[in-house]
C-alpha cells in the first residue's frame, strides 16, 4: 500500500466512525492549541522584552543618591533625623580611578526648579545639570547645535542644551538656538537641541526628550554649595553617577567592587544600584519558569490528548477483529495491520492538529486583541505543534496497532 | 479421474488444540489430495473439525504434524510474510457472513486483496468494475454494505475472492445465511468458476448441495469418512 492509498483507507475507516473520530480529536485540538498559543504568545513577550533591555544597556550601572534620613537616637528621633550626604562629586572621581573598565562616567544633579522662557511662560520640564561626556554615554545625538562640553564647566557657563520635546513645548516652531530661558532665575542660552533618543533609564525614568541640560559645575556653583573641601576634595553633592563600562563582563565584578567600597564607607544605603543587565538576567530567568510551566502544561494536554487517542485505537481494534481477520485472510501481513491503525492514529491527530491550530491561532489573536499582549505568530510555532500532535499519535496509537497486530486470524473470524 | 498434478495435497495432518489441560484432537491422519477445477464440499456435524480443517487449507491456522502441498510447494510451515502472500495470491476466501467492510462502498471491498497485492490504482479500478459485472452488480458499485441484500452482499464477497485471480477458492458455508433462492444463485456463479477452471472447497451442511460438487469430503470426529 503506497501513502496516498493508506491514508484514503484511513480516512475511510475514521469517517466511519466519524463521531469517535471527533471526540478522540478533542484532546488532541486543545493540546496543539495550547502549544500553539503558549509559543506565539511567550515568544511575542520574550521578543518584546529583549527589545526593552536593549535600550537599557547592558554594559552600564546606575547609582542614585537615595535621601533616606537616618534616624542617629531613638529616643529622641525628632531632632536627631540627620540627612546623610549620598553621593558626592569626589565618588565619580574614585570609581574612575580605581576601578577598571570604566569608559565614560558622569555625574548628575537633579535640579527642583522652574522654567520660564524669555516671554515669561513657565514650562514643565525637568533641568538636569550634567558632565560634557553624558552625550557620548548614552550615545545621544544632535537636531542642531552641540552638546555642553568641557569648557562650559570650567567657565561655568550659562549654556544649556535642550531635548527635542522640550524645545517645541517652550519655543513652539521657532529656532531655539541662541534664545534664552530662565532656569534657577538665570538667563541660559541654547546651545543646541537634542535628537529624539530612547534612553529613559539613564536618569530613572526621565524622558530625555522633555529634559533641559546644563554644566553641572555651573549648578553647583549657583546652589551656592560648597565645591571643594579644605583638601581641595570635589564634596558637592550630586543625585546620580552614570557608569559606562568597555563591555558587559565587567558588570558584574564592578558592582561587586561599589557594593564592596559603599560597605566600607558605610554608605550603602545612601544609594541605589541600578544595573540592567541584571535586570536582563533576573527577566530572563522569569521567563524560563513561565516557558517551563507553560511548555509542562501544554505536554500535559498532548498527553491527555495521546491517551484520547490511545483509548478510542484500543476500542477500534478490540471492535475490529473480525475486520482485521478478514484482511488477514485476504492478504495482509502483520505489517500491513500494524501499519494501518499507525496511520489511522496519525491521521486522526494530524486532524486533531490542524483544528488545534486553527483554535490556537484564533486562542493568540484574541489575547493580542484584548489584553493587547505582543504575539509572535511564525511557520516555526505553528509548525511545532503539529508535528507534536503527530508525534504523540504515532506514539500512542504504536501500542493498539500492535495489538491489532499480533490478533490470531481463525480467532478474529470466530469473533462476532 | 485425470492423472494431472494435484493442486493441493495433505498428508497425514494432525491438529490439537489444548481446551484448559484437555487436549482434543481436531483432526487426525488427514490425507487428501485435490486437482485442479475440482469442485469439493466438506461435509459432517458439528465439532467434526471441518472448520479447522478449512483453516489449514487456508493458511489461517497450522498444523501440529504433516504436510500440506499447495502448488508444488510445503506452505505448512512458512512465516507471516509468505503466509500472507500465499493467502493472498493463491486463495480466495468467502465466509458464511460476508465480511463485508462496512466502511467501503461495493469497488472499494472488491479491491482489498490488490491493495494488499500492490496493485496500481488504474487496474485495481478496472479488474474491480470487471468482477462486479461478473457477479451482476454493476448497478451498486458506490454503494455500502448496508444497502445490500444478503446474496448481494455474498456476491461481493464472491468477487472480493476473484479479485487477485487465485486458482483456490475456499468457502465457509457461503449459503448459510441465504434462504433457497440466494443460495442457489450462489452455488450457479461456483459452477460457472468450476467451468472457468477454479478449484472450489466448500464448507456445508446442506446436504443437498452433494449432488451438485464433483467430490464430496464426509468428516466425523476429525477423521476423513470414506
Known amino acids: 500500500m503506497n501513502i496516498i492509498d493508506a491514508v484514503s483507507v484511513s480516512i475511510a475507516d475514521l469517517y466511519f466512525r466519524r463521531f469517535r473520530t471527533a471526540l478522540a480529536t478533542l484532546g488532541i485540538v486543545f493540546g496543539v492549541a495550547a502549544v500553539q498559543a503558549m509559543l506565539c504568545i511567550g515568544e511575542g513577550a520574550k521578543e518584546e522584552a529583549l527589545a526593552g533591555i536593549a535600550t537599557l544597556g547592558v554594559d552600564k550601572i546606575f547609582l542614585r543618591t537615595e535621601l533616606v534620613e ?11 533625623k540627620v540627612e546623610r550626604p549620598g553621593l558626592l562629586l569626589k565618588d565619580c572621581q574614585h570609581i574612575r580611578e580605581n576601578m577598571p573598565g570604566v569608559e565614560h562616567i558622569a555625574a548628575a544633579r537633579i535640579l527642583k526648579s522652574s522654567v520660564f522662557s524669555m516671554q515669561g511662560r513657565e514650562t514643565a520640564v525637568s533641568v538636569v545639570a550634567t558632565n560634557a561626556i553624558y552625550q557620548q554615554l548614552v550615545g545621544a545625538t544632535m537636531t542642531s547645535g552641540r552638546f555642553l562640553n568641557d569648557l562650559d564647566e570650567q567657565r561655568l557657563a550659562n549654556h544649556c542644551v535642550i531635548g527635542k520635546k522640550a524645545a517645541r513645548s517652550i519655543f513652539l516652531f521657532n529656532d531655539p538656538i541662541g534664545k534664552h530661558i530662565d532656569i534657577l532665575g538665570m538667563p541660559f542660552t541654547v546651545v543646541g537641541v537634542l535628537d529624539n533618543t530612547n534612553d529613559t533609564t539613564a536618569l530613572a525614568g526621565t524622558d530625555i526628550d522633555d529634559v533641559i541640560f546644563i554644566p553641572l559645575a555651573t549648578a553647583i556653583n549657583v546652589s551656592g554649595d560648597p565645591y571643594f573641601d579644605e583638601q581641595n576634595q570635589p564634596i558637592a553633592q550630586i543625585d546620580a553617577i552614570m557608569v559606562d563600562l568597555e563591555s558587559a563582563k565587567f558588570v558584574q565584578p564592578m558592582a561587586l567592587r561599589l557594593r564592596r567600597w559603599l560597605d566600607k564607607e558605610n554608605r550603602i544605603g545612601d544609594c541605589s544600584m541600578q544595573i540592567p543587565l541584571a535586570i536582563l538576567r533576573q527577566q530572563e530567568s522569569t521567563k524560563r519558569i513561565f516557558s517551563l510551566v507553560m511548555t509542562t502544561i501544554a505536554g500535559i494536554s498532548l498527553l491527555v490528548g495521546g491517551i484520547g487517542i490511545m483509548n478510542i485505537m484500543l476500542a477500534n481494534v478490540s471492535e475490529r477483529k473480525r475486520e482485521i481477520g478478514t484482511r488477514r485472510a485476504l492478504g495482509a501481513r502483520q505489517r500491513d495491520i500494524l501499519f494501518q491503525f499507525c496511520f489511522e492514529a496519525s491521521v486522526l491527530s494530524a486532524f486533531g492538529g490542524l483544528l488545534g491550530i486553527a483554535l490556537g491561532y484564533g486562542l493568540t ?4 486583541n484584548y489584553a493587547g499582549w505582543p504575539v509572535l505568530v511564525t511557520l516555526a510555532n505553528i509548525s511545532v505543534g503539529f508535528i507534536a500532535a503527530v508525534i504523540t499519535g504515532i506514539v500512542f496509537g504504536y501500542w493498539p496497532a500492535k495489538q491489532a497486530a499480533q490478533v490470531v486470524p481463525i480467532e478474529a473470524l470466530r469473533a462476532a | 479421474m485425470i492423472a494431472t498434478k494435484p493442486l493441493l495435497s495433505l498428508k497425514d495432518i494432525h491438529k490439537t488444540y489444548q481446551i484448559g489441560h484437555t487436549p482434543i484432537e481436531v483432526l487426525k491422519d488427514i490425507d487428501f489430495d485435490i486437482h485442479p477445477g475440482e469442485y469439493v464440499a466438506i461435509m459432517g456435524p458439528s465439532g467434526s473439525g471441518k472448520s479447522t480443517m478449512l483453516n489449514i487449507l487456508g493458511l489461517l491456522d497450522v498444523p501440529d504434524k504433516g504436510s500440506y502441498h499447495l502448488n508444488d510447494r510445503e506452505v505448512a510451515n512458512l512465516g507471516d510474510h ?3 502472500a500465499v493467502r493472498n495470491k493463491e486463495i480466495g476466501f468467502i465466509f458464511q457472513s460476508f465480511n463485508l467492510f462496512p466502511q467501503y462502498d461495493v469497488l472499494s471491498n472488491i479491491m482489498v486483496p490488490m491493495l494488499y497485492a500492490r496493485m496500481s490504482r488504474q487496474e485495481r479500478q478496472d479488474r474491480a468494475e470487471a468482477l462486479a459485472e461478473r457477479v451482476g452488480l454493476s448497478h451498486r458499485l458506490y454503494n455500502r454494505p448496508s444497502q445490500l441484500s444478503g446474496g448481494e452482499m455474498q456476491r461481493v464477497a464472491i468477487a472480493r475472492a476473484l479479485s487477485i485471480d487465485p486458482p483456490l477458492i475456499l468457502a465457509d458455508e457461503p ?6 433462492q440466494r443460495g442457489e444463485e450462489i452455488l450457479d456463479i461456483f459452477d460457472g468458476l468450476i467451468d472457468a477452471g477454479k478449484t472450489i472447497i ?25
Open chain 1, 70 to 80: 537616618k534616624t542617629l537616637d531613638e529616643e529622641d528621633s525628632e531632632i536627631a
Open chain 1, 365 to 368: 489573536l484574541a489575547v493580542a
Open chain 2, 82 to 84: 509468505d503466509l500472507a
Open chain 2, 175 to 180: 449459503t448459510g445465511n441465504l434462504d433457497q
Open chain 2, 202 to 226: 466448500m464448507v456445508t451442511h446442506n446436504s443437498e448441495y452433494q449432488s451438485r460438487v464433483q467430490k464430496v469430503l464426509k468428516m466425523r470426529d476429525g477423521c476423513l469418512v470414506v
